[in-house]
């Protein structure tokens, strides 16, 4: 991360924007709008910069820096405001008049736009402080709510008046709560007498969730809670403060609370009161809600049994921490109505452990590997877990039973879980060869009720009271929990227990959170996807995602295991969000539930550039479907968090062994790699272009992410802002014809390609080729290859025809490119390729955008298809045994094959194509056949003379070709014939003609 910022550094700032804004009028005076433009938005970057970093109360530098906001700029005022509520008349002019100026610029810049419709737009420097700031400032509006970056622990903003504090609005309440009467009290006014556990450190199993709909963030809560317990620490209530020196929290004397969120990229402040849902009958309908006295205090005592909160506590009802924590996390969500999370992500803005998604039921998922991992970190304190259940299968309704939102929100499914669920993980461990996962159901409700998956309390209890002794103090205390909790199991118990294999099989997430502090090292940068111009189509308006290169460098004596996390290299997407209300405005002002509008999709994408030669090696068969292998693609997630873990391949070098003693000279030569990475975010109507109004509303607005790197080795990230200096780009389709499917297809030739041309000149050719479709979830794949016979079409691939691949198939997304000039790998030179973009199954049919960068201008042309503009015919015939599969011409009854006549009666040349495929083989043999297909033309002499063919016999999977051919007037016959007589299979042929003709079979 950067270093603090100085006050020498924000005068310097300050400087410099007071003459970005000088310069700007100028222009604007002088009439040369784009440089005005431009240098008005830096100004206002500045100014907001500066805002954002605004020194610490320091009178003699308010009076230094106060005059120098009011010279010499021409947009500045004179008369600046009384102060408003800031310690010091100065500070509130100084920070008065930077909002005067941002504001001004700002204005200004926007007229010019208005006014202007050719400007230049302004490129961002993403890594910058003014931009960096920019976004953080920018993204502090959640649902109309400022929420500050955190500053530190809040001390010395603590009200020390004997006044209590009232915040100005409270969290609206749930549907549930409403109809259970809930009311706002502050626990000072009922609890009096009780233990609100300020002094007792909960384990996990002690807290519980009530009728608001966040089992997600009560099951963080208990994660954290019973991390607590077993590896000492506070990070369930490290976010609340007030704190004691110890970091213990502790009660404020006058209800005021700061809680310490990770939210939009940062830490933030979420400031509260201590007013919490209360259940009727602890409220007396004569209680004021908003100010305390003696008298209400007093006449809660006899309903003191009663006095229970109606939100996330303890089992008693009494605990407040736990409420307190839940209220500032969901007035940040938009309410108690909360529409629901992943444990991961909200223990992520509890603690900053870093939050990731293992999806269960992926194709990919790794049972063994994933449990030693998992069972490893978490045996170590290195990690937190909760897990998920999916949704419930549709059920059949019965005729005239209506299922209200409650019930279809509590479905049980077979193995006794609850559907669309979060539970919380209180123990990973092993008993003999069996493994084990200890769960907690947050429900309140849920004592004593357990899984039908779950082992029996006998079974469960042997487990836990079989403690070892060993050597190991972390390992003797986690014995020790579980000996104790084991003693704790009874027939209201809310935990139960199961084996690895029940867990993988029956929840669909298991969501993890690591300690950050695996890492030795970390870059982050906040920054923003941009919206559009326009929204005329899904795809073509959208902005390019950003792309920035990450290099790693590791000393050459750093050992790399396989299970250590911080052996990899670890990236963290954030989406910053800003409204989460459970109830919208769509664009035309009617309501909108958060379910109605468009999903939000993120991804990262990374690509490890080439570091030998023999990476770019050429494609060994058409089975092969990739290239050049990239690092890691990212699947799209929902979410608001994406986490990618990268293990580096760093390249073997011999020189990079430690000098012998008798060459003290020789330098040590560290390892190192570099990734391409890509930021790239969808919204679920980009993959339905008709959703125009729902298009518009989203794709013109700027959405803000933050980019967090983790890794123990040195790494530098840097924006690729403009990668290459020429760039040209086509939208195209894949039809019900042309999306022909991966190289293993025959169908493969139909793809959309292009002919790109470098045209000649010194050097190498740089080039970036980047595919992206509309539709998030078809894999895609993009080649370079050289160019296929007549028009350049490729029909087929063998070892050779590739110079770049985007590697495997993956969804949505698809880059490759050249190395760097005088870097080995893949390079181009001038002549002509072709390009093909292709998805992995045939037929699927979707919209896509090519996009070629290249350090020297190129020509991008559209091939068209095999016959395209010519009269098609489609015939179908196969060859059987005795009948018609004669074999080769060196056979005697080679025109016994099946076979065609025509007659072309028109004057002149006219052009010919025709492709043979085999469609299925009937011999017991699966191999496809050798095919070929021949023209004859009868001559003078009554004797068929052949005048084209589709050459040597060939086995391709895309069949054989006459490539296209000019025949005159006269009658000809086309023959289909194998290599080997007596070979049965089906085949067609595709016969395209110039001209219209009347074909008959022989």
Known sequence: ??????????????????????????????????????????????????????????????????????????????????????????????RQHLKQMATRVMARAEKIKATCKHLRPVDRDALSHEEQSSVLVSSSLINGLRYPIWKGPPAQLQNTNRSTFTQDAQPPLSSNQIRQGALYRRPSWLNAGEDQCWSTKLSGCDIVQDIVTDCSFVAALEAAAQHDRIFGGNLATSALYPQDSSGRIRPSANGQYHVKLHINGTPRVVLIDDHLPYYPAACPISQPTTTATATAATSSKSNAHKQRLMCASSRDGHAVWPALLEKAYLQVMGGYEFAGSNGSIDLYALTSW??????????????????????????????????????????????????????????????????????AILDVRTHGSRRYVKLMNPWRTAAGIRPAIAISTEEERRIYADSASCNSSLVARLGHVRLQEAGELDENSLTFTLSWDDFCSHFDSLFLNWDPKLFSNNVTVHSSWRGSASASSALGSKQADPHFRLSVTAPPSISTSSTDPAAEVWLLLTRHITNTQPIQRSADGSQQSAEETPAEYIAIHAFQEDQQTSETAQLASTSALLLRKAKH???????????????????????????????????????????????????????????????????????????????????????????LPYCDSVSGAWTARTAGGNATLGSFMSNPQYSLVVPAGPGEVQLQVMLESSDRRIPVQVLLAYPGAGTGRVTHLTEGDVVLSS????????????????????????????LIASTFEAGMQDDFDLRVESTRPIQLKWIAQEGAGMFHRRLVSSWKRGLNACGSRANKAYFENPA?????????????????????????DPVRPYIQLALFVLDEARCWEQVASSGAYTDLVCGAAIEKVRLQQGCYTLVASTLQPDTEAEFGVDLYTAVKVDIVGV
Not at 703 to 712: A, D, K, P, Q
Not at 909 to 917: E, F, G, P, Q, S
Request: aromatic content about 8%; glycine content about 6%.
């Open 1 to 94: 991360m950067s270093a603090p910022i100085t006050q020498a550094d924000w005068n310097a700032k300050l400087k410099h924007a007071q003459d970005q804004a000088q310069r700007a009028t100028k222009a604007e005076l002088a009439r040369n709008y784009s440089e005005a433009f431009e240098l008005y938005v830096r100004a206002g970057q500045l100014f907001v910069w500066l805002l954002g970093n605004f020194p610490s109360t320091n009178h003699h530098h308010d009076s230094a820096i106060a005059p120098s906001l009011t010279r010499g700029t021409a947009l500045s005022t004179s008369s600046p405001p009384a102060a408003d509520g800031l310690s010091g008349t100065c500070t509130a002019q100084s």
């Open 354 to 423: 870093l939050p990731e998604h293992i999806f269960l039921r992926h194709a990919g998922f790794q049972r063994e590997r994933s449990w030693t991992r998992f069972h490893t970190a978490w045996n170590a304190g290195q990690c937190m877990a909760t897990a998920g259940t999916g949704k419930a299968p549709p059920r059949k309704q019965r005729s005239g039973e209506s299922m209200s939102e409650d019930s279809l929100a509590t479905i049980t499914l077979d193995s006794g879980l609850i559907s669309s669920h979060n539970y």
């Open 633 to 723: 693609k990212g699947a799209y997630v929902d979410g608001t968090h994406c986490l990618v873990r990268l293990k580096p391949s760093f390249p073997r070098d011999n020189t990079s062994m430690q000098p012998s003693s008798s060459d003290t000279g020789s330098k040590q030569t560290k390892g190192q790699c570099s990734f391409t990475v890509v930021v790239s975010r969808r919204n679920e109507a980009d993959a339905t272009p008709s959703s125009t109004a729902v298009q518009t509303k989203d794709t013109h607005r700027d959405v803000n992410y933050t980019l967090s790197v983790f890794s123990r080795y040195s790494m530098e990230l840097s924006e690729l802002r403009t990668r």
């Open 807 to 834: 590697g495997m198939y993956h969804h949505g997304l698809a880059l490759c490119c050249t190395s760097r000039p005088g870097a080995p790998g893949a390079v181009l030179r001038p002549g002509t390729y072709t």
């Open 900 to 924: 065609w006549r025509f007659t072309i009666d028109r004057p002149g040349l006219t052009d010919l194509v025709a492709r043979i495929k085999v469609e299925a083989v009937r011999s017991t």
